[in-house]
């Protein structure tokens, strides 16, 4: 009778000890997840940790060089009218905005062909809000006329939205990886987050950046790469 009571202890035991190494893995994973896992080399630009709320107000209102490009560049002064688009929607989404007040929130941006810039948005959720409360969040921004086709792609489940004839955004992609929320207009630069996930081929593993990444600041509206 000891021996059997000991042995069903014992496998209990073990089987709680797995159990936790497992949620722990798990855990581990998703707090690793950083959005420099995910940034392609050929981005042009990677701000990491923005401050939203400074970001969009003062910052695209006020700063001198944001403006003088905006102003000058007819390229630039596209992906500007386009990005001030995308603010004013999530700022229709009081929980939505909530959210990304309190970050983290990173960007990269990246030439598409000779004369289009285009976005790559990552966002990590908070307690208060789950990654599927965070996708229909997003996908309610667009309303009802458009139309969500999901799929996969390399077994992460993405979101293509298509919109109306004369939106700003013709289209919006976005899913999520180990934690990570991913969003573009552009459906091949999620796609390739995703693949530098997986492969573990972003600008994070890059030794160059790991030494500038070391020099960041702690108090500051973002860092800039």
């Known amino acids: ?40 080399e050929d981005a042009i630009l990677f701000a990491n940790n923005i401050d939203y709320t400074y970001f969009t107000g003062e910052f695209i209102t006020d700063n001198q060089v944001w403006n003088e490009l905006r102003v000058t560049g007819s ?19 009081p929980i939505l905005q909530e959210e990304i007040e309190k970050g983290p929130l990173s960007l990269s941006i ?6 289009e810039l285009a976005s790559v948005f990552y966002f990590i959720p908070g307690e208060n809000i789950s990654m599927h409360d965070l996708e229909a969040e997003i996908s309610s921004l667009f309303g009802d006329n458009a139309i969500v086709n999901e799929r996969k792609y390399e077994a992460v489940n993405l979101k293509d939205i ?16 180990n934690g ?6 552009s459906s091949i630069l999620v796609e390739d987050a995703i693949r530098n996930l997986n492969s573990k081929g972003g600008i994070f593993h890059e030794k160059g950046f790991k030494k500038v990444k070391d020099s960041k600041g702690k108090y500051v509206h973002a860092n800039i790469y």
């Not at 014992?10 to 709680?16: C, E, G, K, P, S």
């Not at 630039?76 to 999530?90: H, K, N, W």
């Not at 990246?110 to 004369?115: A, D, E, P, T, V």
């Open 1 to 40: 009778m000891v021996k059997r009571f000991l042995v069903g202890g014992i496998f209990a035991v073990v089987v709680i000890g797995l159990l936790l190494v497992y949620f722990f893995s798990r855990t581990n994973t998703f707090e690793s997840a950083e959005a420099s896992q995910a940034v392609s």
């Open 110 to 115: 990246h030439l598409m062909g000779k004369s």
């Open 75 to 93: 390229l630039f002064a596209g992906y500007d009218s386009l990005l001030r688009t995308f603010i004013s929607l999530l700022d229709s989404r």
């Open 180 to 185: 990570l929320f991913i969003l573009s207009s």
């Open 162 to 177: 298509s919109l109306p004839r004369g939106s700003v955004f013709p289209s919006i992609t976005y899913g999520s990886k």
